[in-house]
């Protein structure tokens, strides 16, 4: 039987409470559902990437053929390849639920003529 979560006076006690207590006590996680709060901006953080010149050449020319920002692309071919890791090594329940793009940017053999 699970332990009852208390009721808390304030944040600063809720917070001080589950700091050190073990959520599997209070909680049933296998019967947890993800949700999605899709009226939060996404928190991003900015990094810096070095990419072979050729690389970079390849994701611009890539953009460019596509209408998207060069930036968008990597950001989207990342996440593809992510979610496509994360579904052979990881179980279904806990598998990324963002919203997939509508357009795939998988490399084309299609020629272009320059």
Request: without cysteine; hydrophobic residues 35%; aromatic residues 8%.
């Amino acid at each position: 039987m699970r332990r009852q979560i208390p009721r808390f006076v304030s944040e600063d006690e809720e917070r001080a409470f589950w700091a050190n207590a073990d959520s599997t006590e209070h909680i049933d996680w296998n019967s947890a559902e993800r949700i999605a709060f899709s009226n939060l901006a996404p928190s991003v953080r900015t990094i810096s990437l070095r990419l072979p010149e050729h690389l970079l050449e390849n994701v611009r020319f890539l953009a460019n053929r596509n209408d998207v920002p060069y930036q968008t692309l990597l950001k989207m071919l990342l996440s593809e390849k992510v979610d496509e890791e994360l579904a052979k090594r990881t179980p279904t329940r806990f598998v990324s639920t963002r919203k997939s793009t509508k357009r795939s940017f998988r490399t084309s053999t299609k020629k272009v003529s320059g």
